[in-house]
């Protein structure tokens, strides 16, 4: 279900948003655009998040990170 809402977008982002929609709706361009930026956010947080996982150095993580390599060795033999 879609809802109106009122967001103020600059002028530049209107005239390049504009220029790229094609046959689509300003809406529906916007929308698709919000979509790409957030599933865009969310890989760069989940690449933070590995980064982390296999950069901390404490022995508790060592030991989780070899119990995920070890799995995945496993999930990947199996293709």
Same mark, same amino acid.
């Given at each position: 279900?879609?809802?109106?809402?009122s967001f103020t977008i600059s002028q530049d982002v209107l %005239? @390049?948003?504009?220029e790229t929609k094609g046959a689509s709706s300003t809406s529906e361009r916007v929308n698709e655009l919000l979509k790409r930026?957030?599933?865009l956010e969310r890989r760069e947080r989940? %690449? @933070?998040e590995a980064e982390e996982f296999f950069?901390?150095?404490?022995?508790?993580?060592?030991?989780?990170?070899a119990a995920y390599q070890k799995a995945a060795k496993r999930t990947l033999s199996r293709v």
């Amino acid at each position: 279900m879609r809802e109106a809402r009122s967001f103020t977008i600059s002028q530049d982002v209107l %005239a @390049q948003i504009a220029e790229t929609k094609g046959a689509s709706s300003t809406s529906e361009r916007v929308n698709e655009l919000l979509k790409r930026a957030l599933d865009l956010e969310r890989r760069e947080r989940l %690449a @933070q998040e590995a980064e982390e996982f296999f950069t901390n150095d404490d022995a508790k993580s060592a030991g989780e990170r070899a119990a995920y390599q070890k799995a995945a060795k496993r999930t990947l033999s199996r293709v």
